[in-house]
């Protein structure tokens, strides 16, 4: 179990990194300067369900969680954004760790079809 401190640093980093690849792709696929009014929506539901995670303290990413708190539609939303930023984000912040976690990621989404 991790402590309270460790958990939300990690809950901020996870809603820091998913607010980027929201950003990456809508900049890329909608080019747009800001968010548009649905990647707007979307980056706002998904750090909704990251807030209210009850498994925050065991799980490592939502998209590798077991139970999908995400309606479907979102789910399938945020599934695109993930597999058209998550490589890309490598170069947004090349850490090793987070390189892994990316991979890790993109195979578990990939597997979930
Ligand atoms: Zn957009």
Redesign the pocket.
């Known amino acids: 179990m991790m402590n309270k401190a460790k958990i939300t640093r990690k809950l901020q980093h996870e809603r820091e990194v998913v607010r980027d690849m929201i950003a990456l ?2 900049r890329n ?2 080019g ?1 300067k800001e ?2 009014d ?2 707007r929506e979307l980056a706002g539901y998904a750090d909704q369900r990251t807030l209210k995670c009850p498994f925050m303290a065991e799980k490592s990413f939502c998209s590798q969680c077991k139970v999908h708190c995400y309606k479907p539609e979102m789910r399938e939303r945020i599934r695109q954004v993930m597999r058209y930023s998550g490589p890309r984000m490598i170069f947004h912040h090349p850490i090793a760790a987070l390189r892994h976690l990316y991979y890790t990621q993109i195979e578990k989404l990939n597997s979930n079809k």
């Open positions: 792709y809508c696929n909608h747009t968010l548009c649905k990647c």
